[in-house]
Nanobody, 123 residues
Framework: QVHLVESGGGLVQAGGSLRLSCATSGLTFLNYYIGWFRQTPGKEREFVANIVRSDITTYYSDSVKGRFTISRDIDKNTVYLQMDSLNTEDTAVYYC????????????????WGQGTQVTVSS
């Protein structure tokens, strides 16, 4: 059974940093595409970044490019999202998602989801 567990969220001041973790289990890590998404109340889930399964190609939304970095630790089956220069517009619940066959920016593509972790950026 596949499980994704996010951690690392919290409250941070604008300009600060956080590192989110997505610990995976029940899947062959390198066979899956892993993405980070975020959602605020009343809005649709938004693509943040993803990493292509067997190589290290990464993609970012324009709103986070240059500030966020997605990476992975194969030994720990964990994907990270390093978030720097945070601003209040980054406040959201952050989710990681995984899919074996498809990847992209549409959250509907991804089959497995974590429970989310709250990130709040204060001004």
């Amino acid at each position: 059974q596949v499980h994704l567990v996010e951690s690392g969220g919290g409250l941070v001041q604008a300009g600060g940093s956080l590192r989110l973790s997505c610990a995976t289990s029940g899947l062959t890590f390198l066979n899956y595409y892993i993405g980070w998404f975020r959602q605020t109340p009343g809005k649709e889930r938004e693509f943040v970044a993803n990493i292509v399964r067997s190589d290290i190609t990464t993609y970012y939304s324009d709103s986070v490019k240059g500030r966020f970095t997605i990476s992975r630790d194969i030994d720990k089956n964990t994907v990270y999202l390093q978030m720097d220069s945070l601003n209040t517009e980054d406040t959201a619940v952050y989710y990681c998602a995984a899919d074996r066959l498809s990847w992209g920016r549409d959250p509907k593509i991804y089959y497995y989801w974590g429970q989310g972790t709250q990130v709040t950026v204060s001004s």
